[in-house]
């Protein structure tokens, strides 16, 4: 029966998720048809200043989808996002150029066999000629971009997401003042002269718009494949994750600091390489080109798109762009017309290319407070459950197909606390506490509100630091690791007030649990080897069975926004999620509250499976009934210290517990705790 | 000029400088301490409130370079301009909280902070589009007087600059130490979730902040009036920043520690511009900030953000 | 259902612009006269938006006046207003800048172009329009780059002179002060500022470069943040190394704080600028007693006490309700080469094309309001004059009155 379930039921979701190409059929068509027509533009429209404006168009597309990565994806605020542009702009600028022109020595024969120099007759004496090509300034340019994007984001991401706002901010104005002050480098105010146009194969590009054109078209197909890649693999998802509860994510084993510095870098990256274009084809930089606004300008692209969006970004960047170079002109025209006709002066005066910057701030605004998800919305809902998904019979699934999960037979403590404290201020939240739970033991911890049960999760998993102690799983230490290492060692966890990733998928909350056990790293998820695919179908399976745990609960629903499920079925996810990490001992805070005592009962079966396959498990749980057909030991805690320990039916019994729980009045509960 | 003369004339300077960063970086501790928002609103609220400081003096009949107030008449001109644009920009910063930031205030990530940019564009546009770019010439009631001291100038306007700041902020201060509505501030800062089960009524407490930051930055902006003689659309930003900076200097959240920093950036301010060069003042405020983020994130004197987990 | 209403919305406002858009296209053909194009190009948006409203109206008086007037019999001259300034880079932008060159080349109708205001574009329009063969004459931008020998390569691939200016470039303005400095005000101990810009350091640079050459002793050179609002830290400074001259590069957005902090701090040593500070804002923004007895340069002749410029500069502000500026002046005398070189093209029987243009601008010999113009090879002036004023109350006028309250002083030294 339960096989069935799991088969029938997962059919349809399965067909579109191990689809690799996530795109929706429908994206790519429009993708498609938008790179054909934007080809087709400059022969069909042979002006070519409307090119130019298009290839500037283009370029401003490049940069939104970089930025995107970084706000989008990783949901980090970089407010000087102009500064890595103006790096790869200066990159190219000063490489290809007269500004630098250092006296010729022997040091640079090898540069010059690579023709990255030249040998330059001077009368005072010989002379450098930087002669960079451009097409090896584009990967040059990134990679100095993400180098200064590490460098400066590093200091500030391990805090929380605002201060990356102050200091990039800060960043997008020293790098202009640097460019402005150091003019024996840049040329300072004055601007660069002299840098080289491309060339390829002989053809120099010059001053025609039209191969500039195909360039930035290039580029931004290039760079939404790559940002279609990352997004659909392991790399995306722990961006999205971290974007959606940082807590949650490190808690699944997501390093966030290294992911963010990634997201960080390759959005740098990005601007980088336009930066090198951009520079190219105006052959002059000026610092001036680099400054705030056009932080602002690239964020409000990005913002009227769609946070997280690739096509919206996209959309937005050539959007406000042509907005500012055709339509405002038009619109205005329009406007004062209209007042000549209905007599306003108002509107004859109106002006919006001179309010184009006001029209931003409202847009920003506008967009903040009534769509959020931007223009063109990166997840678009689902379809709703058909009228026999919803009302079909619950069918409960079980963990006993949960294929590869080997039960480990070991005399090795699974989870070994000592003298663990842990103190907030002058509160003591626990003192001093011992607890052993035996490999394949299910240890369920009981105690009134604020009795440090939580605390003690968050105190194992990393998320809280002791101040003494020791707690060991399988025998290592892992008390002060990083809750993402306690993840890859095997101790995952679920949440008393359940962090899910709202905005993702069931299915992706599932495999979020996975990243610590798949080794995708960003090239390979833009590059999809084989090896890459394999993981990834292989995951997206393991992903399905873990869900089908719960039977036709969450199975019809694995492409729903965790958002639009109900409380029961969170809770479901959630744990679903930590299983997926394949861990070695489980913790589940709370994983019945809120669930009606039918549900209850199903879950509670579905752990003891668990246990059965060999899970270690270690559970707060209120409902005494849960505690007592499952755990084979309690612990109760109180004011952080343990108050006894022993077999649920001594516990019961226990004269502190009783108080403990329910005051001096203990005969009269005693009932109710039974 | 002697090097002690010299020291003494920046650290005047300095102080002047401090004064204003310090109003400023009140209103982004506030706020900070009790919603974690950057609100970069702020900055041109700020300049707002300069330009109705100027309406306000001109209203009073105020304008021109020459008029040139003594004793009681200077008193109440300067009272009224700041009853005038302190409430002005207070109710500017509470619109701005209730129309734009209120209803976005459980939402996670970087939407209430972008909705901050974009109200900080439409101010400093609509200041633009209706004023002009051109700078505009900020009357000045205060008699010229002029201390020697050494031989540094210490100017009338730079004591009241001073004592104005510190009366303020001093009363801020209490305020929040002393006042019901104050512990309240205090209690959500320390943990909104704890502070709204006691009964603290959250939606109160956070106009409260709006309200009090941004008729500091108001004040702040008068101030800028009546010590350079001119105000402009272009103003909030470099001064903005740079307080921004000083409330992350002192610990962000901290309202004694904003004001020490704002005195501290103003002073770093001038002596970098006397050792190093005006060229990499900005270079130098930045570099700072990442090192205090770096190696003190807390800021010099910790801060009062909650510890949510 | 409110789907439907808003596209159709739309569809009506796109449908009612194109209208207008043809109607406009319509009434502007008249019946007789062929029709040529000069183009405009300026930064309308951002920054710089109202001195280059200025400049605009100097180009568009001139051109107006000949329309009005038949100067150029049979010919209807048109505008393209092109804007380069864009809301991405908050002021001038050279990436739009080059845009619009290519909307000029790419219309065979514009046969020449005045702008641009900023040097930074003009370093990007420059290699499209020489490309084009397409004249512009720029009235205020002043970085020798463009037109410098050395970068020919780069600025005028084609060969011939494309890039005109009817104002000197920093190469000749900021030295030829310098040696005013140091010939007749006798300055001995210097300190430079700058604020930053384009314009501002280009003629720092080259002011302090010729008044070491001159023997002055350089004491210090600053760089200002034209955003920020104080600079008494920098005064002060300058004060302590007691300097008998200060020379500030830049314009009035710097300006006015330069000169009301220095009067404050620096009360009593002498205080210069370049064209940029001959403005009106040095006398109503900064003010006095501050703006007395600064020194201004502007690079050309002095015309503006001559009867027919203040009649001239009457009939700017009847037209456009503003007072001109010294580049209204210069935009209006670069008008005036074009329509004169369209008027001699046209008068000699051949068509009246861009090449055509160019060549009689190259030849331009004309009286116009700041004395006679005339091009070298390269483009620039040949005449190099830079005229030096001094702000002197002249308490019977208004006080933003630029004629009555910069005096005249005389030429500066070319050596």
Redesign the interface.
Known sequence: MASEATTTTAAVPRRRSFALAATPRRRQMILVAFIVAAALFPILHN???D???GA?ALA?ATLALGLNIV?GFA???D?GYAAFFAIGAYTYGILSSFQLEPAWTPFWEPFAWLELVQRMPQPGGDVVHFTLSFWLALPLAASIAAFFGVL?GA??L??????L???T???G??VP??A??W?SLTS????L??IAAPHLFGFNF??D?EPYFYVALSMVVLLIFVSFRLRDSRIGRAWMAI???E?AASAMGVDLARLKLLAFAIGAAFAGMTGTF?VA????A?P??F????S??I?VMV?LGGMGSVLGVVVGAILLQLL??WFLE??T??LH?LGRLVGSDLLQRVDL??????I??????VM??FR?QGLIPATRRPAALSFEQQHAEVRRGSAIGLKGFSGEKTDVPALEVRGVTVR?GGLVALRSIDLTVPAGGVVAVIGPNGSGKSTLF?VTTG??RAEGGSIKLFGEEILGLPPHKVLARGAARTFQNIRLFPNLTVLDNVLVGQHARLRTQALGAVLRLPRTRAEERAAREWAMEVIGIFGNRLTPRALQQVSSLSYANRRRVEIARAIASRPRVLLLDEPTAGMNPAETIELAEQIKQLHTLGLTVVLIEHKLDVVTSLAQNVVVLDHGEKLAEGLPEEVRRNEAVLTAYLGRNAGAGSAALV | MSTFDLLLQQTINGLSLGAMYALLALGFTLVYGILELINFSHFNVFMVGSFVALWTLQALGISGQSVILTGLPLVGVLLAAFAVTMVFSGLLGVAIERISLRPLRNVKGPAAMITTIGVSYILFNIILLTVGADSKNFPNPLPTARFQIGGAILELREILIWVVSLVLMLGLYLFVQKSRLGKAMRATAQDPEAARMMGVEVDRVIITAFFLGSALAGAGGLIFGLYYNFTSFIIGFTAGLRAFTAAVLGGIGNVPGAMIGGVLIGLIETMGGQFIATAWTDVIIFSILVLVLVFKPTGLFGTLTPTKS | MTQITRRSAGRLIAGAAAITAIGARVSSVHAADKEVTVGINLPFTGADAESATRIKNGAVLAIDDANAKGEVKGYKINIMLLDDGTATAGQYDPAQAATNARKMASDRSVVAAVGPQMSGSGKAMAPILSQADLAIITPSSTNPDITDPKFAAQYKPGGKAIYFRTVTTDAYQGPNMANYFAETLKAKALFVLDDSGAYGVGIADAFQAQAQKKGIKIIGRDRLDPKAADYSTVMTKIKSLNPDSLYYGGVMQAGVKVVKQSYDILPNIIKAGGDGVYAPELLSGAGFPAAEGWYATNASPHMTEDASVENWMKRYNDKFGMSPDDYAITSYDAALVIIDAIKKVAASGKPVTREAVRDAIQNTSLNTLQGQVKFDENGDLVSKVVSIFQVKRDTRYPADDMVHNFRYIGVAPQT
């Open positions: 002006n070519d200043a090119i130019d404006a500037n401003y706000v949901g980090l605020l407010l400066f200091p500030t391990r805090l929380k997401g605002d201060y706002a102050i200091v901010l800060g960043f104005e020293i003042i640097i402005r002050n003019s300072g105010a004055m601007g002269n002299g010059g001053i718009a974007r959606e509860d807590i951009y084809k105006l052959q002059t000026t001036e080109m400054g705030f606004p056009v602002v300008m964020l913002v500012q170079s038009d619109l025209t329009w017309a290319v001179e309010s184009i910057e006001l931003f701030g409202i847009i920003l605004v903040m407070l959020r907030f968050n998320l809280t």
